[in-house]
């Protein structure tokens, strides 16, 4: 009887892990420490142009084609759009060249813009957990912007 009621509750434990491990559908902000979680770029402003969208795409195609950089995160905001990276482990030691390098691209390619490009692993974790934030329908446009400006705030005190 004792056997049966252990093993009993062993399986309930076991199933309730297990539909707990398979319930983070937009929870990538917990994987990005561990391993390259390629989000989506995104535009805070909901109502965002065709164009406004292929833009955001392609800063981050022109972001990930750098060959020291493995993951990218993009968030474009009303003033400014947030570039967050992580670096292969290798080219760690030419961050700076590396930071350069990017800033000067994209500034060709979009001299209008205003960018803000980060390589500090705490930013990417905050933009990540941004991008989860506006995963939901009801995390509202002003919210999001005031989270943005936040990230911004700290990327600029870590520098």
Known sequence: MIIKKGSFLLS??????????????????????????????????????????????????????????????VIRGKKETLIAYKVKHMARFKMKSIEEELKEKLKSKYPDETFIVSSDFKIFLETMR??????????????????????????????
Not at 36 to 46: A, G, R, T
Not at 47 to 55: C, L, Q, R, T, Y
Not at 130 to 145: H, R, V, Y
Request: some cysteine.
């Open 130 to 159: 941004l991008w989860d934030l506006m995963q939901d329908p009801a995390f509202s446009e002003k919210k999001a912007n005031k989270r943005l400006e936040d990230i911004v705030h700290l990327n600029n005190e870590l520098t």
């Open 12 to 73: 309930i434990l076991s199933i309730c892990f297990l539909l707990t491990g398979c319930n983070d559908e937009y929870n990538d902000s917990r994987w990005s420490l561990f391993k390259k979680v390629d989000p989506e770029p995104m535009s805070i402003n909901k109502e965002n142009s065709i164009d406004e969208k292929a833009m955001v795409e392609d800063i981050k195609k022109e972001t990930a084609s750098v060959s020291s950089i493995f993951d990218v995160a």
